[in-house]
């Protein structure tokens, strides 16, 4: 059987054409679940309004390989981008760890789907390490350990009445190192692969193309992290990885809509990583640079695959080539979309997946470094506003108005695609009793709640980050996001429920909430 797949796949590379570099990360199946568990007593704060979810809406949990499973080189696991970027800039690891153990769900997977179905969730969003199934990044290893562990994790779910909601890493969280400069080929291939091995129906492809390219590619901002795998070809090479990432992502959705959607039905989609931007001043410039952040952030990704026109926005073309002219340049910096690719690219997607976790004030910079730069591009900067609260880690504040705002302005901008949020969340220093997380959730979930019956914007589901403390890239484990809290220092890695925890699970149960 295997090998009969393989000889599919050798088919299928003859025909394809690689372009340049990067990426594909695969997630996604929902569907109602019917568990119901035990009831959470409220938090500190008095309650005084109810609100009924929409019919059919889906409520999650989701984490990501890297961060929880470990086994970084158990069962001939090959090497990621990760594991190689937290051995040799351990300078950038907030506290030097990495995420060789981590939560150990590699081994605890059956412990993990115990605590998933106790919370009542409708369905888990996890994901699938590339290196893990195809240690080379190609078919020339294949990992049947691999594949294994990850049926008996989706097989698991379904028998506990647990939607799988797939990611599988194949961009910034666990690309094989080895594929780091010939990627597009190997991304069709390996999204083909996955297709055959594991029956899931919701697939996400790409998951926070902005983050990968800037934070990984291109020199970030003083104040911000770097990201594996860690290169600094500032000015070009975020812009290259753009493109492939979107150009990776549109021939995995032609794959799966010309082989399986007739066959196995399901939907394909792209997660992109969206703040929300607000001007800081009413002054014309503070406006212009609060929607250049829009356009550059997220419209990046999504005017290629959601509006009716195609490519990149316009804006962002328009900033581009004219700071390319001003350096002397024949041509753009910004690699051009053909016709064909925009062809491919527009409308490749069922539905859009949102990472959220706050929104920014921002304002209008003017570049003082003559260094070709995202940023420089861009130039916006963030501003602090005094009057919001802050959450943990102090990056997240709480503005629960701006998310609505964000899910609005998708609605009117790109025709009110089907939206998924893929994460929200925020972390909490206490780490039992971490009421300000509930509140968070609770103000979150209340504006999309009023998007959806308001402003009729078409949600469809929420997946809260995270299931568990997990490892959190350059911040290590000195954040916390989890509904869980998992001990580190404990060879067994113990899980505790957490007060969010509970107050999920009565979410899941009762379908109210009450803020």
Not at 152 to 161: A, T
Not at 186 to 194: D, G, I, R, S
Not at 215 to 228: E, S
Not at 375 to 395: C, G, H, I
């Amino acid at each position: 059987m295997l090998s009969t797949r393989v000889e599919s796949l050798l088919d299928l590379s003859r025909m394809i054409t690689p372009p340049l570099a990067l990426l594909l990360i695969t997630v996604s199946l929902l569907r109602a679940s019917s568990v119901r568990g035990e009831h959470f007593s409220g938090s500190k704060a008095c309650s005084n309004m109810s609100m009924k979810l929409p019919e059919s809406f889906l409520l999650g949990v989701g984490s990501s390989s890297y961060q929880i499973e470990g086994a970084a080189f158990e069962d001939d696991k090959g090497e990621s981008i990760w594991d190689k970027f937290v051995r040799t800039r351990t300078d950038l690891i907030v506290d030097g760890s990495n995420g060789d153990i981590a939560c150990d769900s590699y081994h605890k997977y059956e412990e993990d789907i115990e605590i998933l179905k106790d919370m009542g969730v409708d369905f888990y969003r996890f994901s699938i390490s590339w290196p893990r199934i195809l240690p080379n990044g190609d078919i020339s290893n294949i990992n049947q350990a691999g594949i294994d562990y990850y049926n008996k994790v989706i097989n698991k779910l379904i028998e506990n009445g647990i939607k799988p909601m797939v990611s599988t890493d194949l961009n910034y969280l666990s690309l094989p190192l080895f594929l780091l400069r010939t990627l597009c080929l190997y991304f069709t291939l390996a999204a083909f692969f996955y297709l055959l091995m594991f029956q899931v129906k919701w697939w996400c492809t790409i998951n926070e193309p902005h983050l990968h390219a800037v934070f990984g590619h291109g020199q970030a901002a003083p104040d911000l992290p770097t990201h594996a795998p860690g290169l600094n070809y500032t000015g070009t090479a975020e812009y290259l990885a753009g493109k492939t990432l979107l150009l990776s992502h549109a021939r995995a959705y032609r794959l799966y809509e010309k082989n399986y959607l007739k066959k196995y039905g399901g939907k394909l989609g792209i997660v992109l990583d969206t703040f929300y931007y607000r001007q800081s001043s009413t002054s014309k410039s503070d406006m212009e640079a609060a929607e250049r952040a829009k356009a550059f952030e997220y419209g990046w990704f999504l005017n290629p695959i959601f509006s009716e026109e195609g490519g990149y926005p316009s804006l962002m073309t328009k900033r581009i080539s004219e700071n390319s002219e001003k350096e002397g340049r024949r041509r753009s910096r910004l690699p051009e979309l053909t016709k064909e690719d925009i062809h491919l690219i527009k409308g490749s997607s069922d539905f859009l997946g949102l990472n959220h976790y706050t929104t920014y004030y921002v304002e209008d910079m003017i570049a003082v470094n003559k260094n070709p730069s995202y940023y420089t591009d861009a130039a916006f900067k963030s501003v602090p506003n005094l009057e919001t609260k802050t959450a943990e880690p102090t990056w997240i504040k709480v503005e629960p108005e701006g998310f609505r705002e964000l899910l609005v302005w998708i609605k009117h901008a790109y025709n009110n695609p089907t939206v998924i949020i893929t994460e929200n969340g925020c972390g909490d220093a206490e780490s039992i009793n971490d009421y300000n997380k509930i509140d968070y959730h609770k103000q979150y979930l209340k504006v999309v709640i009023e998007a959806i019956e308001e402003d009729k914007c078409n949600i469809i589901g929420y997946s809260a980050w995270s299931l568990m403390d997990s490892f959190e890239w350059t911040s290590g484990y000195t954040e916390k996001f989890g509904f869980y809290h998992v001990d580190f220092t404990d060879p067994n890695r113990k899980r505790t429920p957490k007060k969010s925890a509970l107050f999920y699970k009565e979410l899941t149960e009762t379908r109210r909430l009450v803020v």
